[in-house]
């Protein structure tokens, strides 16, 4: 059964879910920052409810909400780590309020493919520098979802050179959004539900999200005519489950296990998903009259530059930040050597 509280209308009060449900089932509410109608969304957060289900034999159950349901999306995650939500779906990224590390925890500028990224992860250790973090907030995460490169945004017009963007309003999210707020750009964050919206009131001019498919889904090319690529400032995003430790600790180790295994099953089947789905996806945002454009290798080499100096104030400022940059810099640099000879360029 694939438990989604208020997908298809029925917005359910977390009392109203739990009543639902016979025996002593741990029933877990998932608060979602996105939208789970989006491609792969609403299939990935449908197989973690329907296999951990099955394969706990019911006794541990996903229930995963809409933006607003539980809470709104800016705050999902930070009502996990008071214990006001049980769990939440999200991104690393938005915990940055409370530490700026987390931001790489969730896509780095420039940085590593899906394979590098997952590799780095759970090889590298990347994972443990993470959950060292996530402890400290009382939270701990699991790995779901790896999703390839985004497209890099979407604008009225065309970017021709960095003055183009000075003074652009513009929804861009995380460490990106870091880089182009220092050429120029007034950087102004909103939740997946609200970019187009604020787009037609004029709170914004110009906007990123995710890849094609779900840009497609989202409505975006209904409010913008240029489309850029490649997403030089998420060339692979990590999505995750966020339990309250409070939660996690609730469950057996069996329990726990599951989760994690089906979680990591996930991850392998929306990576290809995602791989195969955005060519059909393209193809309907150029019927629609969208021009598609690749940034220059001017712009490109200006926003890695960028992202350079970002990184080193980061470092200098956070101790954190520093510690799992370093790890991965460290990581890239001796996958490096193997890469250059064992692929083809």
């Not at 973690?48 to 995963?64: A, I, M, R, Y």
């Not at 979680?263 to 996806?281: H, I, K, N, P, Y």
Request: charged content about 20%; proline content about 4%; overall charge negative.
């Amino acid at each position: 059964m694939i438990r989604l509280s208020a997908i298809a209308g029925l917005a359910l009060t977390a009392s109203l879910v739990t009543s639902a449900f016979a025996g002593d089932a741990k029933v877990i509410h998932v608060a979602s920052t996105f939208p789970l109608s989006l491609p792969l969304f609403s299939e990935a957060v449908g197989r973690l409810s329907e296999q951990v289900d099955s394969l706990t034999g019911g006794e541990v159950q996903l229930v995963f909400h809409v933006p607003g349901n539980l809470a709104p999306a800016s705050d999902t995650v930070n009502r996990v780590t008071t214990g006001e939500i049980a769990a939440a779906w999200s991104t690393a990224g938005q915990f940055a309020a409370h530490d700026s590390a987390f931001e790489l925890l969730s896509a780095i500028p420039f940085g590593p493919d899906t394979i590098e990224y997952m590799a780095w992860l759970f090889e590298g250790g990347g994972l443990t520098l993470s959950r060292e973090l996530f402890a400290k907030y009382s939270v701990h995460n699991v790995p779901c979802m790896v999703l390839p490169p985004e497209g890099a945004g979407w604008f009225s017009k065309e970017i021709r050179t960095i003055n183009d963007l000075k003074g652009l309003r513009i929804r861009f999210f995380g460490l990106g959004g870091r880089v182009l707020a220092r050429l120029g750009a007034d950087v102004i964050q909103k939740s997946p539900g609200e970019i187009v919206d604020a787009i037609k009131r004029g709170e914004i001019e110009a906007a990123e999200y995710s890849l094609p498919s779900m840009d497609l889904a989202l409505g975006l090319q209904s409010v913008a005519k240029y489309y850029y690529f490649p997403g030089w400032h998420q060339p692979s995003t990590l999505y995750e489950l966020y339990f309250n430790d409070a939660t996690w600790d609730g469950l057996t180790g069996k329990q726990q296990e599951t989760i994690e295994t089906v979680c990591a099953a996930v991850m392998r089947d929306s990576l290809g998903r995602a791989e195969t789905m955005q060519t059909e996806a393209l193809e309907e945002i150029k019927k629609r009259g969208i021009k598609l454009r690749r940034w220059s290798p001017d712009l490109l080499l200006t926003f890695e530059a960028a992202w350079g100096k970002v990184a080193e104030e980061e470092m200098a400022a956070n101790p954190r930040f520093k510690q799992i940059y370093e790890s991965y810099v460290r990581f890239r640099n001796d996958y490096g050597f193997w890469k250059r000879f064992s692929y083809l360029r």
